[in-house]
């Protein structure tokens, strides 16, 4: 089954065809580190991760890269704020975040590259830039001459005289021309630095993701990915230096961007007071909800989030899970990984439609409801792993208040109670104690099997 993806360079759905199938290549741009990161921040990692489960199940290898980057000036900022070396920042929230995108089902990176342990590569790749005539040192900094590279805006659509003319650029006495960007840059004594050829001095931003990725993907990669709102300036500089530094050779073939992710329809922001932590939701709501709503938008759509929304995606996965409990009896043949069901992975396939791919897993839940059998629920769970989904145990899912688990075994124990008070026919007792269990937030079904139970979660 053929893979389309949509290219922001060609502005075009292209069928996907990689340089190497044995080695399909695939960076997409990570966190800053300095702070927790927001659920805005979780929606490219999560949708790339199904891609790049996609390109396993399609080609014999795949690298996947997503970078570290651990020098930057909000970096510095908070490291002089609270009086300790950058490095205890960076380790600090590089652990939160890794933390976080497991949390949400993300698998992580084949290689994770630092932007600080790739300085060597960096300045090498400056020091060709100035050789070709693409970069010029000026008091301290080397800048990207723009005007030296004639595709320049190739990818954001935009052309240099219309960037002066919004000012929309940085106006520096030691830049030849507005738009050109810093490679590297001056420290003074207080702030972290390397020696190189142009004295004591940090690498630019833009520099770090076009090293890194030739040292660990190649010059000519497959699919670098990334948020919508990196597309100007980051990525339209990464393509400048790294094409200039490679003889003109294709960076990346393809250029998938997702859109960004608002709160009740306004950007998520400090000052709105709406910022929404990864690691504050996962200990409010079960993961697998929080990772489906993600996935329910198109990813090149902007994508709101809501309490409502969340909500939705718990029941969705209820109804789901349910399907699941009903057939644990049923055996499945575990051949692992399960088959993905092939309207389902056609769905992916066609520029990764999560949308339509959630809508087919909900037919087969429809259908392993309606017609109970190995292959209903090999399917169902088939499905569900391709998106990451449908992971748990249907009781462990039942069970989980929020994002953590209720006392089971508290629970366990009030219902043996309330069934000893029903077969005595003490009914005050036993109302009594199914009062106390909803005060915990578990809902009882009485049914022919016997008593279950769950849990609410909104
Ligand atoms: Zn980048």
Redesign the pocket.
């Known amino acids: 089954m053929p893979i389309s993806l949509y290219n922001s360079l060609s502005r075009r759905t292209e069928p996907f065809l990689p340089l190497d199938p044995n080695r399909v290549t695939v960076?997409l741009?990570?966190p800053t580190v300095y702070n927790y990161v927001h659920i805005g921040n979780a929606r490219g990692p999560a949708v790339f991760d199904v891609l790049v489960k996609l390109l396993r199940r399609h080609y014999a290898g795949v690298v996947y890269a997503r970078?570290i980057?651990d020098v930057d000036d909000k970096i510095n900022a908070a490291a002089l704020e609270q009086g300790v070396p950058i490095g205890q920042i960076t380790s600090r929230f590089a652990q939160a975040y890794r933390e976080d995108m497991a949390g949400l089902g993300i698998a992580p990176p084949d290689v994770e590259p630092h932007a600080t342990a790739h300085i060597g590569q960096i300045t090498a790749m400056i020091q060709t830039l100035i050789a070709n005539g693409h970069a010029y040192e000026a008091e301290g900094h080397v800048l990207f001459d723009v005007a030296s590279y004639s595709a320049y805006g190739a990818l954001s659509g935009r052309d240099t005289d219309e960037l002066i003319a919004g000012a929309r650029v940085e106006v520096a006495p030691y830049k030849r021309n507005p738009t050109d960007f810093v490679l590297w840059k001056p420290s003074t004594p207080e702030l972290p630095g390397w020696d190189s050829p142009w004295g004591r001095g940090r690498p630019g931003?833009?520099i770090?993701?076009s090293a890194m990725s030739a040292a660990h993907l190649g010059e000519t990669i497959d699919i670098h990915a990334?948020g919508v709102d990196?597309q100007f300036p980051?990525?339209e500089n990464?393509i400048a230096q790294s094409t200039c530094a490679h003889g003109g050779k294709v960076f990346a073939r393809w250029w998938l961007h997702n859109g960004m992710l608002t709160f009740d329809g306004r950007k998520m922001s400090k000052s709105l007071g709406n910022v929404l932590h990864v690691h504050e939701l996962l200990k409010q709501h079960p993961h697998e909800a929080l990772r489906l709503l993600l996935l329910r938008g198109h990813y090149r759509q902007p994508l709101d989030w809501s309490d409502a929304a969340v909500a939705q995606a718990i029941s969705t996965l209820d109804g789901w899970y349910r399907v699941l409990r009903e057939l644990s009896g049923v055996i499945v043949d575990m051949i692992q990984p399960l088959p993905v069901p092939e309207r389902l992975e056609a769905a992916l396939c066609d520029d990764l439609n999560t949308p339509q791919a959630l809508a087919e897993l909900s037919l087969l839940a429809d259908a392993a409801r309606q017609a109970p059998s190995a292959g209903s629920k090999a399917a169902l769970l088939g499905g569900g792993a391709a998106l990451g989904l449908l992971q748990q145990d249907p009781e462990a899912w039942f069970k989980q208040a929020g994002g953590n688990a209720v006392d089971a075994t508290r629970v366990e124990t009030l219902l043996e109670e309330r069934r000893a008070a029903r077969a005595a026919r003490d009914f005050a007792r036993a109302d009594a104690i199914r009062e106390e269990l909803t005060s915990m937030g578990v809902v009882i079904e009485d049914g022919a099997q016997g008593t279950r139970w769950s849990v609410v979660k909104h």
């Open positions: 960076y741009c990570g970078n980057t931003w833009h770090e993701c990334g990196l980051h990525h990464e």
